[in-house]
Every structure is written in structure tokens, then in C-alpha cells.
């Protein structure tokens, strides 16, 4: 059987005839297309007995996406779960819950596993500490708008984006309500922010470090421990967020190929990506993996069973002396605009960001510039250990070809 793709796939939406179409990748994926809609749907067998999962509506979902749920569909299954029999049990309890501490729970068990570790962690940091102490053991018909104003307003007084943050939170849990028809309305509809906590506060500006600058905090990161400074000095490197080097494991790196593995779940826009790392930084990462010792985690935290904070890098740079002020996230713009001054072209250096290119580009243009990218932030991490030697030491250097 010929595998579905989405030229097939159009085709067959043009048609608009119903029919059930198999994906043809052995998963059992479906596309099932009616006079009323389309929707991708799993077949498999349970007991004995054949059954229908409706995955998600066509216009919902990719192929692409299907098939990654359709993936971890097939995985319980092989685990004996009823996928079926599962959701009608979970839809059952959700309409017994009588708290919004049972909707947050049902949200956290049906929505949260598909975002990224970190997302998950911040979310239910938010509803641990701000969330459910306020609103939690209220009845989900009695939460009103005047509770979310309070809350807004009490989370707001320890910090602006908190305060919002908490809103927008609460505002999807209870949007999952009413999808599941638990919860009549949301409350936070119709509430204006701006209105609860004014006008939201500037954001202090991005900061791009100079040449001289970063010869600054280059000379004076040993204040900060070796841990910290070797994460600085590779998160520039590699041009990488802060959160796909905390959450990077032993297993991601290949030291003698020079390359580290960026998983989709731990990439914050969910693109999967292989860095290219220059000597030098291979060298950092065998410092932090000699650190590290035993730990699951390149860079662990306090316990070697869990990687190092959110903030600790933070806090890290915060403590050093003599160097101007700068956050994780600077670094990677600085990255990009050295790249752009060592004469990278504009896709090489957006591609070692990670960043999506957008329009035709991302359309037609589906390479990876692996050796592009090997070659531009060889001459970038070259930059960066000139930048260490003493300025009259320094020789100029050529522009990428």
C-alpha cells in the first residue's frame, strides 16, 4: 500500500467524497473523511476486539502531528491500556469534579504532557504556589470574575509578569473545562489585564555584548564557579537557549564526532536539532562532564538526580563583578550579531539559532547547513578564545567564505 502524503492527502480532500484512508505506515492510522469533516482516527485491537480512536480533527492536526500521537497511542496500547475505554473513563471523572483543583489535575494529566518538560514545570510551579492556594477548593461554578481579579492582583504584587502569567494560566485550565463541557463559561473571558494590573511594564531592552564587553565577562567568569562559566562560554558558542543546555543529558553527546543532539522536547520551539561544536567547546563539555560525574544530567543540580535550576544561571551572572548586566537569553543575541559581523550569511546564522526562517525559505529549503554551520561557529568559538587572550595577543580575523 502506497504510504499518505499531504499531496495525496489534499487530493483527497478536494474531493470531498467520504472514505477511510490508511496512512500506510503500519500504525493503523486513519483519515476518515465525511460529508461533515475529516478526522485522523487509529484502528486497533483490544481483548480481541477491534476499535476506533478519534485522534484529533484534520484541522487540528498534521500528518506529521498525527503520526507522533498516533506513536504514543500505539505505545500504551502495547502497554494493555484502552486508549477508548481510558478516555471515557477520564471524561466520566472530569464531570464528577466539583473543584477547580480537579479540573487543574485533569489538565495537568490530559494537556500538559504534550509540551516541553520545562513548560510543565513552570506551569504547575504556577498553580503549586499561586493558583490553588486561592482559588483551588472553590467549586468550579463558583469561581467568579472577582476571584481571578484578586488573584491577578495578589500575584502581581510580587511581580508583573507573574501576575499575568497566573491569569493566562488559569484562563487555559478553564477554557479545557468548557471543551470538555465540565465548566459552563470561562470566567477569565472578558477580563482585560491592562484593566486588573495596568499597563503592562517595559520589558528592560535586549543587551548585545560588545567585543570589549565580552572580553570582560570572559576575564572575570571564573568568579562564578567552573559550572557556571563553562555554561555561559557554551551557551555563546553554540548559540543555544539556556533550557536546551539544563536540560541536556550525557546521551545527547557525540564528543567524538563533535556534535550534540538536541532533542524536539527539549528544543523550545519543538524542532530537533544537531549542534556542530568546535574543538574548544567539546573540550568545555568534557569539563562539565567531569563535574558532572555520575549524574543523568551534563550540568546537575544540587542533587545529581535533577539538572540544575531555571534560575541558577541567572543568579550565576548576576554575581559578576566589573562586567556589564546581561541575562542567559543576551547571549544568544550577542551570538547572532557577531556571526552577522564575522561575515556569516543571514541563513547559516539563523539556521545555528534554531530559528524558523519563515515564507518560501522554509518551504523549499528543508537542509540542515550542518557543515555551514560547522564552519561558522568554528570561526565564531575561535573569535570567543581570542576574546580570552590579552588584547595586544589578538590578530585579526578572516570573514567566512
Known amino acids: ?23 500506510g505506515d503500519g500504525s493503523g492510522l486513519s483519515l476518515r473523511i465525511t460529508a461533515t469533516g475529516a478526522a485522523w482516527q487509529l484502528r486497533y485491537r483490544h481483548a480481541g476486539k477491534p476499535h476506533w480512536l478519534t485522534i484529533s480533527k484534520y484541522s487540528d ?36 469534579a466539583k473543584t477547580f483543583r480537579e479540573l487543574a489535575a485533569d489538565y495537568d494529566a490530559r494537556a500538559l504532557p504534550d509540551l516541553t518538560p520545562d513548560t510543565q514545570r513552570i506551569i504547575r510551579q504556577f498553580l503549586k504556589r499561586d493558583i490553588l492556594p486561592r482559588i483551588g477548593d472553590l467549586r468550579i461554578e463558583e469561581v467568579g470574575g472577582g476571584h481571578i481579579v484578586q488573584m491577578a ?45 495596568g499597563k503592562k511594564k517595559s520589558i528592560r531592552p535586549g543587551v548585545t555584548l560588545s567585543e570589549d564587553q565580552l572580553r570582560t565577562v ?29 536540560l541536556s543529558r550525557p546521551e545527547h553527546l557525540d564528543l567524538d564526532r563533535g556534535a550534540w543532539t538536541i ?33 543523568a544530567w551534563v550540568i546537575p543540580g544540587q542533587s545529581p538526580k535533577q539538572a540544575i535550576s531555571q534560575n541558577t544561571l541567572n543568579e550565576a551572572i548576576k554575581r559578576l563583578k566589573n ?11 550577542t551570538a547572532r550579531t557577531h556571526l552577522g559581523k564575522l561575515g556569516v550569511d543571514i541563513i547559516t546564522a539563523e539556521k545555528c539559532l534554531n530559528h ?6 522554509d518551504v523549499y529549503d528543508r537542509g540542515d547547513y550542518f557543515e555551514e554551520r560547522r564552519k561558522a561557529l568554528a570561526l565564531w568559538a575561535d573569535f570567543l578564545v581570542r576574546c580570552e587572550q590579552p588584547a595586544d595577543k589578538v590578530i585579526s580575523l578572516r570573514k567566512a567564505g
Open 323 to 333: 562586567s556589564p548586566r546581561f541575562t542567559p537569553h543576551d547571549l544568544r543575541r
Open 263 to 295: 532533542p524536539e522536547e527539549n528544543a523550545k520551539n519543538g524542532k530537533p536539532i544537531v549542534i556542530p561544536l568546535a574543538p574548544v567547546v567539546v573540550d568545555w563539555f568534557k569539563e562539565l562532564l567531569t563535574l558532572a560525574g555520575n549524574s
Open 153 to 197: 492582583e495578589q500575584v502581581g504584587k510580587r511581580s508583573d509578569s507573574a501576575g499575568r502569567r497566573a491569569f493566562e494560566i488559569t484562563s487555559v485550565i478553564f477554557s479545557h473545562g468548557v471543551a470538555k463541557q465540565v465548566a459552563k463559561s470561562n470566567p477569565c473571558a472578558g477580563l482585560k489585564l491592562r484593566a486588573i494590573l
Open 218 to 246: 570572559l576575564a572575570n567568569l571564573s568568579g562564578i564557579g567552573a559550572r557556571n562559566a563553562l555554561a555561559v562560554k557554551i551557551i555563546l558558542a553554540t548559540c543555544v537557549r539556556k533550557v536546551e543546555l539544563r
Open 356 to 361: 524558523t526562517l519563515g515564507g518560501l525559505v
Open 61 to 96: 492536526c498534521s500528518l506529521k502531528e498525527a503520526q507522533k500521537k498516533a506513536t504514543k497511542e500505539r505505545a500504551r496500547i502495547n502497554e494493555g491500556i484502552d486508549p477508548v475505554a481510558d478516555r471515557r473513563r477520564s471524561k466520566l471523572a472530569l464531570k464528577a
Open 1 to 23: 500500500m502506497a504510504k499518505l502524503n499531504e499531496q495525496k492527502l489534499q487530493a483527497l480532500l478536494k474531493e470531498n467524497k467520504p472514505v477511510v484512508v490508511a496512512v
